[in-house]
């Protein structure tokens, strides 16, 4: 198994998603390479600085790297050298199974979409993301962000991919999949979450349970919970920020600590031809290392390939 890293997408720069791979590389299998993809000469240096054997490594050299700034769409086509241009262009080829990146976010989405392309039968790929419960494991929650504007069938999608990740990344049997609504009748809602209610209510894949609010993110009445991105990563961005909140004010609670991105590092883009996994930008090493965790969990799941299974 090949794992692409980004090297050149961190907020703090090349040294941190260096530290993340050297601490990677000790707790994968043996089978595993990790292919670090960034500037050579400070990959070298990083690997040499944290007493690590660059021979452990694969090393592929980028320039003219894509930063947070870049307009997504234009800097994938004018920066071919970049290390997310590289990392898509590898993964299209075969010749690496999974891309992970704490990069440009919009440019990972466009790669995914354009690049390795949408699995055949998914209107809109998504993204998706963990959240505690407070008896314990995770819940998903898609979209986050991706798709703003969702018509019915697509948030009906978003409950299949959601299930698929649940059963088969985070094994839950049979994981229970909720609309995201103002109220638990069927009723409620706007025109489009009601249209979705009877379209999740009809279809045999997936466990569906109704709709659930917003004080239902935590507890166990559902497994997945589905919204558009809009509305998802409004709720993330609460979530975070209530989380950081009640840290600044010196809440030492175990539940609380859950929340830590650091847990979790990075996430799939649900729905494309390939493992594609996006982490935050601010990730420090132990945020790395969990992504890196998270990516070969990923691919030893065979989720796209269960994802094209389910849909023809």
Do not use: W
């Not at 697509?154 to 094994?171: K, P, S, T």
């Not at 995201?180 to 349970?209: C, D, H, S």
């Not at 390939?305 to 849909?311: P, S």
Request: net charge negative; hydrophobic share 40%.
């Amino acid at each position: 198994m090949r794992i692409g890293l980004d090297i050149m997408g961190s907020d703090h720069g090349p040294s941190v998603p260096i530290k993340g791979a050297v601490l990677a590389v000790r707790e994968l299998p043996s089978d595993v390479r990790l292919v670090l993809i960034g500037d050579e000469a400070a990959i070298r240096a990083g690997l040499q600085a944290e007493g690590a054997d660059a021979a452990a490594f694969d090393i592929v050299p980028s320039q003219d790297d894509i930063t947070m700034h870049d307009n997504p769409t234009k800097a994938l086509q004018t920066k071919p050298r970049s290390s997310i241009s590289i990392g898509f262009h590898l993964l299209k080829e075969g010749k690496l199974d999974a891309f992970a990146s704490t990069g440009n976010t919009g440019a990972m989405l466009v790669g995914s979409v354009f690049s390795v392309k949408p699995i055949p039968g998914v209107i809109r790929p998504c993204i998706p993301t963990l959240v505690p419960k407070e008896k314990g494991g995770v819940g998903i929650l898609l979209d986050v962000g991706a798709n703003a504007d969702c018509k019915p069938d697509v948030l009906a999608q978003f409950g299949l991919l959601g299930a698929m990740l649940a059963e088969h990344v985070y094994h839950i049997p049979a994981p229970k999949v909720a609309l995201l609504n103002i109220g638990e009748e069927e009723k409620k809602g706007n025109t489009v979450t009601q249209a979705a209610y009877g379209l999740m209510k009809e279809q045999q894949q997936y466990t569906f349970v109704g709709n659930v609010e917003g004080r239902d993110l935590f507890n166990d009445k559902a497994d997945v919970i589905v919204c558009d991105g809009f509305t998802g990563n409004v709720v993330l961005k609460v979530i975070e920020g209530f989380h950081d909140l009640l840290e600044g004010h010196g809440v030492n609670d175990p539940f609380l600590h859950r929340f830590n991105y650091e847990n979790y590092g990075g996430l799939p883009v649900l729905g494309v031809n390939g493992n594609v996994i996006i982490g935050h930008g601010i990730s420090n090493e132990i945020a790395i290392q969990s992504m890196v965790r998270a990516t070969h969990e990923v691919v030893t799941s065979r989720l796209s390939e269960r994802i094209r299974e389910a849909l023809t």
